[in-house]
């Protein structure tokens, strides 16, 4: 059973330019969530998914980044333009459908982005 | 909005030592709570949950018990080993959606 995987583990990219991080769930999840944490600091809300809709967006910075989740294929997070700021680590975690409230997320093991 | 707010860190602590970590939320109506744990490096782990008043959960010597009329969900070990030393995150997900909120995290050192 493989968990959730995350898509490079590190990335490296100069200021200006796009990243794109891949998110696969655990097989058969529907709920895709996305957290920034910053060095020494707490996880940070992003964005939450279901299937081919963004249903919470609110910890989104409005400009330069978007999520998606399509029907067949990984979840990918998109950071455009990219700046120091955008350095962190950045997490997905998946749920699957229907199982109520008390059901967790299973994290992957995030990717490093680095911002030069 | 739903929140959590845990005790700030780094926590030391010997080996065998007794362990509390604070943890209290905000949130209308009854959320499941989470306690996760992240070693150097790696992603989140579950540790424990509960999902109702007066619910303890409990994994690996680690404990915590809902209470709603403190609105706490305070992680408890013990006797600590070294490698337990790790950052330890409460979380709850509200009744209204699926959105899982965390708090800030608390560093734990254990020294031999």
């Known amino acids: 059973n493989a968990g959730v995987m995350q898509n490079p583990r590190h990335l490296v990219r100069r200021r200006g330019q796009e990243a794109r991080l891949r998110c696969s769930p655990v097989?058969?999840?529907?709920?895709v969530y996305w957290y920034r944490q910053l060095p020494e600091e707490g996880l940070k809300f992003m964005v939450y998914l279901q299937k081919e809709n963004i249903i919470d967006e609110s910890g989104m910075p409005k400009e330069r980044f978007s999520a998606e989740f399509p029907k067949e294929g990984p979840s990918i997070l998109r950071i455009q333009q990219v700046v120091r700021g955008d350095s962190a680590a950045y997490f997905c975690a998946s749920s699957p459908p229907g199982q109520g409230q008390g059901t967790e997320a299973f994290f992957g093991q995030g990717t490093r982005l680095t911002v030069v | 909005g739903d929140s959590v707010t845990q005790m700030e860190g780094p926590v030391t602590l010997s080996e065998e030592a007794f362990l509390t970590i604070n943890c209290t939320y905000t949130?209308?109506?009854?959320?499941?709570l989470f306690w996760y744990v992240q070693y150097p490096g790696e992603g989140l782990q579950l540790l424990l949950k509960a999902t109702k008043a007066d619910d303890k959960g409990s994994n690996k010597g680690f404990e915590a018990t809902y209470r709603k009329e403190t609105t706490s969900f305070h992680l408890e070990k013990g006797s600590v080993q070294v490698s337990d030393s790790a950052v330890y995150f409460c979380a709850l997900k509200g009744n209204r959606d699926d959105k899982i909120i965390f708090g800030k995290g608390t560093r734990l050192h254990i020294l031999p």
């Open positions: 097989k058969g999840h529907s709920h």
């Open positions: 949130a209308t109506g009854y959320p499941s």
